[in-house]
């Protein structure tokens, strides 16, 4: 595998059997608002927002990797659990077998950017 992308759009590509998945989870993060950017962070999709880093995602070949950082797993760990989610400290799984949960991606995205608005005040 590539090592270094230049934007999004590369990475995608390099996953043509995942590709609709991971261009929903793109677009589902980037309409929570219009100042979230995209950038390469990890080797992986990365978004911040007001500058901040917001979450990642990475593709695998049973699951898609969303890491939201701690805080993020640590207020959504009872949803994990009861979706059956496997999670750690810092990302959580979601099977390539299953729809992408975009509720509770969107709700995720939410409270990311509320951390970091309550950050800057």
Do not use: W
Not at 34 to 55: D, T, W
Not at 64 to 82: C, D, L, N, R
């Amino acid at each position: 595998m590539k090592n270094t992308f230049e934007n999004i759009d590369e990475y995608i590509l390099l996953f043509p059997e995942i590709e609709n998945k991971l261009k929903e989870l793109r677009k589902i993060i980037r309409d929570q608002d219009s100042e979230i950017e995209e950038y390469i962070g990890y080797q992986m999709p990365a978004f911040r927002y007001r500058n901040k880093p917001l979450v990642y995602f990475a593709g695998y070949k049973k699951h898609i990797g969303f890491y939201p950082g701690a805080e993020g797993i640590k207020k959504f760990q009872p949803e994990f659990t009861i979706k059956k989610y496997k999670f750690s400290k810092g990302a959580v799984q979601f099977p390539l077998s299953e729809k992408i949960p975009e509720d509770l991606i969107c709700s995720i995205v939410q409270f990311r950017m509320q951390e970091i608005r309550n950050k800057k005040s």
